[in-house]
């Protein structure tokens, strides 16, 4: 996986610096991040697939390289403990991305499609494809087949294992129930057509798990 993905991470970054020992150190603190021992769900495996969906989203996207950016930094900081992982993960992009040629623009965006993944439910600007494209991805794995669903669940679940059930049980319960309030969870045709009544089905699952004895 690390291979190639190294490659995918070398095509994108090696036209924004020619500093090849800053890229590979970069490439090197994401992997440690996204590999370490306490990581179930958001691994390397959630950063190739946001970024096999990018490839087959094409000539959609205005800003496909800041999209993939976006997506290489937004998890690279996650600890079930704290409420602030969208923001220090944005500050870690925008700590590489400062050494490069991109424009502070364009910096900043990949910071801001980062901090948005803080919250999928909240309203998002209509207009914005490319945010509408990468939040959307990022929650496929709601709308995924039953038993990859109970996977991702459990995956998560092990992430917050250092949380006591009873506390998991009821946090986990306000968030499936905050989601399925939502008028809809994907904010994009190509993804709510093909999502989004799966994406139903798998959260009412869990809840009436978690309603009963859990997974």
């Known amino acids: 996986m690390n291979t190639t993905l190294a490659?995918?991470?070398?095509?994108?970054?090696?036209?924004?610096?020619?500093?090849?020992?800053?890229?590979?150190?970069?490439?090197?603190q994401l992997s440690d991040a996204y590999c370490a021992s306490d990581r179930h769900y958001h691994t390397l495996h959630h950063v190739r697939n946001l970024l096999d969906s990018v490839e087959r989203a094409g000539a959609a996207l205005h800003?496909?390289?800041?999209?993939k950016l976006a997506i290489w930094f937004?998890?690279?900081?996650?600890?079930?403990?704290?409420?602030?992982?969208?923001a220090r993960s944005a500050a870690f992009a925008k700590e590489f991305l400062s050494k490069t040629n991109l424009s502070a623009e364009r910096c900043n965006r990949v910071a801001y499609?980062?901090?948005?993944?803080?919250?999928?439910?909240?309203?998002?600007?209509?207009?914005?494809?490319?945010?509408?494209?990468f939040l959307d991805a990022d929650l496929q794995i709601l709308g995924a087949p039953e038993a990859d669903y109970w996977q991702y669940a459990r995956q998560v679940r092990q992430e917050y294992r250092l949380?006591?059930?009873?506390?998991?049980?009821?946090?986990?319960?306000?968030?499936?129930?905050?989601?399925l309030?939502?008028?809809?969870?994907y904010q994009t045709?190509?993804?709510?057509?093909?999502?989004?009544?799966?994406?139903?089905?798998?959260l009412v699952a869990e809840l009436h798990a978690w309603e009963k004895d859990g997974l």
């Open 7 to 28: 490659t995918r991470w070398n095509r994108l970054t090696a036209p924004l610096t020619a500093d090849a020992a800053l890229r590979t150190a970069t490439f090197q």
């Open 63 to 67: 800003d496909p390289e800041v999209v």
């Open 74 to 86: 937004h998890d690279v900081v996650y600890s079930s403990l704290r409420d602030d992982n969208e």
């Open 113 to 133: 499609l980062i901090e948005r993944t803080k919250d999928h439910t909240q309203p998002q600007p209509a207009a914005d494809s490319d945010l509408l494209y």
């Open 163 to 179: 949380v006591p059930d009873f506390m998991y049980r009821r946090g986990r319960r306000k968030v499936l129930e905050k989601m």
């Open 181 to 185: 309030g939502a008028a809809q969870l």
């Open 189 to 202: 045709e190509n993804f709510r057509s093909r999502l989004e009544a799966a994406a139903r089905r798998n």
